[in-house]
């Protein structure tokens, strides 16, 4: 069993940078990937970036690329998502999810709550 908690939302300008923290519990948390998932209002679920939970191996969708940056601290059962040059198309609620090394959000089997990120122009 996983819990996970994200932390770090908030309302920020374009251009703006933002860390979300996603903490996790449980003694198997270092041996599942980990993903951020994204939801905006009306919209579906979208993939952001996963983490292998062994070699560091990273994904990211290609609308994040190259300004976000998935990493992971297993001491400290913590997962990151930083997140530079923010646009307002970036505004959703992000959810952290541990499972498989995969894009697809029906694979994982443990969720985060969530946290607001919104990206005002």
């Known amino acids: 069993q996983v819990q996970l908690v994200e932390s770090g939302g908030g309302l920020v300008q374009a251009g703006g940078s933002l860390r979300l923290s996603c903490a996790g519990s449980?003694?198997?948390?270092?041996?599942?990937?980990m993903a951020w998932f994204r939801q905006a209002p009306g919209k579906e679920r979208e993939f952001v970036a996963t983490?292998?939970?062994?070699?560091?191996?990273?994904r990211y969708a290609d609308s994040v690329k190259g300004r976000f940056t998935i990493s992971r601290d297993n001491a400290k059962n913590t997962v990151y998502l930083q997140m530079n040059s923010l646009k307002p198309e970036d505004t959703a609620v992000y959810v952290c999810?541990?499972?498989?090394?995969?894009?697809?959000?029906?694979?994982?089997?443990?969720w985060g709550q969530g946290t607001q990120v919104t990206v005002s122009s």
């Open positions: 449980g003694r198997t948390f270092s041996r599942h990937a």
């Open positions: 999810a541990a499972g498989p090394y995969s894009s697809n959000y029906l694979l994982y089997e443990y």
């Open positions: 983490i292998s939970w062994n070699d560091g191996s990273t």
